[in-house]
């Protein structure tokens, strides 16, 4: 069965520290998303792609948060410098287009920042 | 800003019992979700809701959507200690097919 992967699980970093999460999506799928799931709460939407686009990041914050998704398959998000409130489940998902309304999730990967 | 209010947030139960969550918005929603989460690992899709007052069943689970489309209620019979997780429902607001997620209730079943 077709997943999306994440890399790394888990990422330990001191603040001012620059982090990187990679997504890889299930082949195929059009639309990427990733999310910040903070402990206690839903997943936030960050940034969503229509392959290699930017489709809505009106809710990543630029001065320190970037995500590309060059040849519009797999996909990284970069932080820095990293703070102590970006400490979170940072979750991606993709779906087969922007008006298939059925996303698919990674696993996740935890960030804690020191 | 659009939000999404599930109730409760927490609920502990035996094994066997009934029990419904709530999800519930002051703007009308397009169409709804209910995902589940299990600790360490990403939501997974139960269900998508779109037409007021349509319910769908999947095995134990009955999802509802309210008539007026604000509100969603899924309902859980005989629960077992597998339903354990975090239930949250996504909300799309506009049309655009980009969901909004409540802050989700925490189910714990006990055997």
């Known amino acids: 069965e077709a997943e999306v992967a994440q890399s790394p699980r888990y990422k330990i970093t001191e603040k001012s520290q620059a982090v990187a999460f990679w997504c890889d999506p299930i082949?195929?799928?059009?639309?990427l998303y990733w999310y910040r799931q903070i402990l206690g709460q839903g997943p936030e939407l960050l940034v969503q792609?229509?392959?290699?686009?930017?489709?809505?990041d009106s809710q990543l914050p630029k001065d320190r948060f970037s995500a590309e998704r060059l040849k519009g398959v797999d996909s990284t998000l970069k932080i820095q410098p990293a703070e102590l409130g970006d400490s979170a489940m940072y979750l991606c998902?993709?779906?087969?287009?922007?008006?298939?309304?059925?996303?698919?999730f990674g696993p996740g990967t935890r960030l804690t920042v020191l | 800003t659009q939000l999404l209010e599930q109730s409760p947030q927490f609920l502990s139960i035996q094994e066997g019992e009934n029990l419904t969550v709530y999800c519930n918005s002051s703007?009308?929603?397009?169409?709804l979700q209910w995902y589940r989460q299990e600790p360490g690992e990403g939501p997974v899709l139960l269900v998508t809701?779109?037409?007021?007052?349509e319910v769908k069943k999947l095995k134990r689970l009955t999802f509802q959507f309210g008539d007026a489309r604000k509100d969603s209620s899924l309902h859980i019979t005989a629960a077992q200690p597998g339903d354990t997780g975090l239930y949250l429902c996504?909300?799309?607001?506009?049309?655009?097919?980009?969901?909004?997620f409540g802050t989700g209730t925490r189910l714990k079943v006990l055997a």
């Open positions: 082949s195929g799928h059009a639309t």
């Open positions: 703007s009308v929603f397009s169409s």
């Open positions: 809701v779109v037409t007021g007052g």
């Open positions: 996504a909300g799309d607001f506009s049309g655009t097919y980009k969901y909004i």
């Open positions: 792609f229509q392959d290699e686009s930017v489709v809505d």
């Open positions: 998902a993709s779906s087969r287009g922007i008006e298939n309304n059925e996303q698919f």
